[in-house]
Nanobody, 114 residues
């Protein structure tokens, strides 16, 4: 059973930055890919970014150049550094480890004010 805990969300003004963390129970070294998703009010959950030992890093076009995904295998933690935030980035952000598995965190709210 994988347990995921996100943190780092909050309220920020447009143009600001936040760093999200996803703490994973257990050793993540053997997990190839993991990712971040988000769900805005009234919208479906959408993929944001993923990172894989074998698959590299990919970003959704909407966040490319502004968000950076990273993982620290020693700390069993995945990160999402978000910069140049815009109101349309407002959503609940979730981590999914392993990627496309049934394991999700509880989500962390990110609100960007204009």
């Amino acid at each position: 059973q994988v347990q995921l805990v996100e943190s780092g969300g909050g309220l920020v003004q447009a143009g600001g930055s936040l760093r999200l963390s996803c703490a994973v129970s257990g050793n993540i070294r053997s997990i190839n890919a993991m990712g971040w998703f988000r769900q805005a009010p009234g919208k479906s959950r959408e993929w944001v970014a993923y990172i894989g030992n074998e698959d590299g890093i990919r970003y959704a076009d909407s966040v490319k150049g502004r968000f950076t995904i990273a993982r620290d295998n020693a700390k069993n933690t995945m990160y999402l550094q978000m910069s140049s935030l815009a109101p349309e980035d407002t959503a609940v952000y979730y981590c999914n480890v392993p990627l496309w598995s049934r394991y999700w965190g509880q989500g962390t709210q990110v609100t960007v004010s204009s």
